[in-house]
């Protein structure tokens, strides 16, 4: 029996986007998270990274901005890596790596907010879900330049092999998802796509992003 939570969770999962001032083109990333909406995205996150990526207030700053979009949009506020972050704003969850706080804390910390886990290997996946897990972020899928320290590339062949050891939670596939690939990464079994540069950084956020949301609804 799938509960109502996963459920939930699957649903908001399809077109994941994910973007900081950083992945903008200097563009301001409060049009484009505009734009993204406007073409259909489902989950956003703010990831603040890089060499060139706002810190303290002006970060905090940017993140209340973006929030409020979201909130109008009844889009959930995700926020990568920063419990403290997350905390002040009250967003709606967190992501976190394999390199960052462990999930267990941030879930106790936290509690009842979406908390979305970065997996590589079937014993952190089942180390994600024992410490509350919502959802799983598996990847590199393809090639990225969006992750300095991004491991090897998986290919959509980890989510199937996730699946056939019985992850049954939700997962979405990450790195250099583009709208003519994405289709091969919903049919591997996740439930969507978690996406950067391909909407980030599109001539057309809005038409890219509708581009997505037909291909993960196949
Ligand atoms: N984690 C694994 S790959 C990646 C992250 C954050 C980057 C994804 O960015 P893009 O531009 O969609 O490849
Ligand atoms: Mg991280």
Do not use: W
């Amino acid at each position: 029996m799938v509960d109502k939570r996963t459920e939930q969770i699957k649903e908001l999962l399809p077109v994941y986007f994910i973007m900081g001032s950083t992945n903008c083109n200097g563009r301001d990333p409060v049009r484009v998270l505009e734009e993204a909406i406007a073409g259909g995205i489902t989950l956003f996150q703010f990831r603040e990274k890089g060499e060139s990526a706002l810190t303290g207030k002006e970060k905090v700053r940017l993140a209340e901005r973006l929030k409020k979009i979201c909130q109008e949009n009844h889009i959930p506020f995700i926020v990568n890596d920063d419990l403290d972050l997350a905390i002040e704003l009250d967003a709606h969850g967190i992501h976190v790596g394999q390199d960052d706080l462990e999930a267990d804390i941030v879930r106790e910390k936290f509690s009842n907010k979406i908390l979305g886990v970065s997996a590589h290997t079937i014993e952190e996946a089942e180390q994600a879900i024992k410490d509350g897990a919502d959802y799983l972020g598996l990847g590199p899928i393809y090639p990225t330049n969006s992750k300095d320290d991004a491991r090897e590339v998986a290919g959509t062949g980890i989510i199937e092999c996730f699946r056939n050891h019985g992850i049954t939670i939700p997962i979405v596939g990450i790195g250099g998802i583009t709208p003519a690939n994405a289709e091969e990464v919903i049919q591997a079994s996740a439930d969507g796509v978690a996406v950067i540069s391909a909407i980030a950084s599109s001539s057309d956020v809005k038409e890219t992003a509708k581009s997505f949301l037909r291909a993960t609804s196949k």
